[in-house]
């Protein structure tokens, strides 16, 4: 992976973008609502906001089907990730994961002194369940799950998930990520929530940052049984992460479905669009279920990033199992149309 800090240098010498399709951002966002009840309530920014904090908690818990002592609020979910890695590896251990996936959880593992006992994804490109399974030993901390997983955009079986969590979450808990998910029109039925209303020690974490559009707004949470949560809240800033117009704009997000809609069609046909391009040049993709694409391209990551971002447009590189890809963020159809004019140009 190009390191995070050469990524945002690079970046920022090169604002303003006429195409930003690099961090996965909703362009669509945030819903009206969610503006207006940040502007409504940006007057009452001189208290500490635990009231605003409680009644959010109340919708998520509503939401996800938990009591509220289930539900932890944090400044996105990045700090559900980094959180969880801090109580989990103080003593060091290894997490089990999928090779690739989302790093920033195990970037604070490794950082806390932990390793990352990775395992490669299937030919399909989704988690290897039972390679993973294989993988937990007796320095295992933590199992994570990115689903859908980023940067590929590929899913992993639900059911297979859940049988997977129910067979190991007793001796090892496991960490599902599903920042991805509500892309989905069916998320509802292919969450992990409910393994956690069983009982079980699964972690799922949520963001408003991608469906709702408010990854600058910084809201996420995470669903998981009282006594872990009371782990984290020993190491924790409790509601002092958490700003009033944040969690006005989210709740009022929660509410307009209308809008989770409409990003969840027009992230869909953005990726329809992609790889009709794609397709037009004898390009090579993989399908995805999230607000990105993953491709090959042929020739190296920087090269290709530096003539993009020469061309304006702002997308990122993985080298995965020694080859070169392009992940493009969803984007407005003039965007795609600029991204697609700009790969040409790249190619030929
Ligand atoms: N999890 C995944 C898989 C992500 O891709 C991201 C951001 O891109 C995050 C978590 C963190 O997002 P946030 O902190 O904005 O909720």
Same mark, same amino acid.
């Given at each position: ?6 990524? =945002? ?11 930003? *399709? ?22 009452? #920014? ?20 938990v ?11 990045? &700090? ?31 950082? *806390? ?9 299937t ?15 007796a ?11 980023n940067?590929t955009?590929?899913?992993?079986d ?9 067979? %190991? ?6 960490? %599902? ?54 782990k984290?809240?020993r ?8 700003c009033?117009?944040?969690? =006005? ?13 409409t ?19 004898? *390009? ?10 993953l ?10 990033? &530096? ?6 447009? #702002? ?15 969803v984007?407005?159809? &003039? &965007? ?13």
């Amino acid at each position: 992976y190009l390191p995070q800090l050469e990524w =945002e240098r690079q970046l920022s010498g090169r604002m303003p973008l006429k195409a930003r *399709m690099l961090a996965n951002e909703n362009p669509y966002g945030p819903s009206p609502k969610c503006v207006e009840a940040i502007a409504a309530s940006a007057s009452a #920014g001189n208290r500490y906001q635990h009231e605003a904090a409680q009644q959010l908690k109340g919708m998520i818990a509503a939401f996800e089907g938990v009591p509220e002592d289930y539900i932890m609020i944090t400044p996105g979910s990045s &700090e559900v990730l980094e959180k969880m890695a801090l109580v989990h590896f103080q003593e060091g251990g290894n997490v089990v994961a999928a090779d690739p996936t989302y790093m920033s959880l195990i970037k604070v593992v490794i950082g *806390m002194g932990g390793s990352w006992n990775k395992v490669k994804v299937t030919d399909d490109w989704a988690h290897d369940l039972a390679g993973m399974r294989s993988a937990i030993n007796a320095d295992t901390k933590l199992v994570y799950v990115c689903n859908p997983n980023n940067p590929t955009g590929t899913l992993t079986d639900s059911d297979a998930l859940a049988a997977f969590c129910r067979e %190991v979450a007793d001796e090892t808990p496991v960490f %599902v990520d599903e920042a991805y998910l509500e892309f989905l029109p069916d998320h509802r039925a292919k969450t992990m929530v409910p393994l956690i209303r069983e009982g079980k020690d699964v972690i799922v974490a949520r963001t408003f940052s991608k469906i709702h559009g408010m990854a600058g707004l910084r809201v996420g949470y995470a669903v998981a049984r009282p006594e872990t949560l009371e782990k984290v809240g020993r190491i924790s800033r409790g509601n002092m992460g958490l700003c009033k117009t944040s969690l =006005e704009g989210a709740m009022a997000s929660m509410e307009d479905e209308t809008f989770q809609e409409t990003s969840r069609q027009q992230t869909a046909a953005f990726r329809e669009q992609v790889y009709a391009g794609l397709e037009g040049m004898g *390009m090579e993709y993989l399908p995805s279920y999230a607000s990105f694409v993953l491709f090959p391209i042929p020739l190296g990551g920087e090269v290709f990033l &530096e003539q993009m971002f020469d061309r304006g447009i #702002g997308v990122r590189s993985f080298s995965i199992h020694g080859d070169d890809y392009c992940r493009v963020s969803v984007g407005k159809p &003039e &965007e795609v149309d600029l991204f697609l004019t700009a790969l040409r140009q790249v190619l030929a």
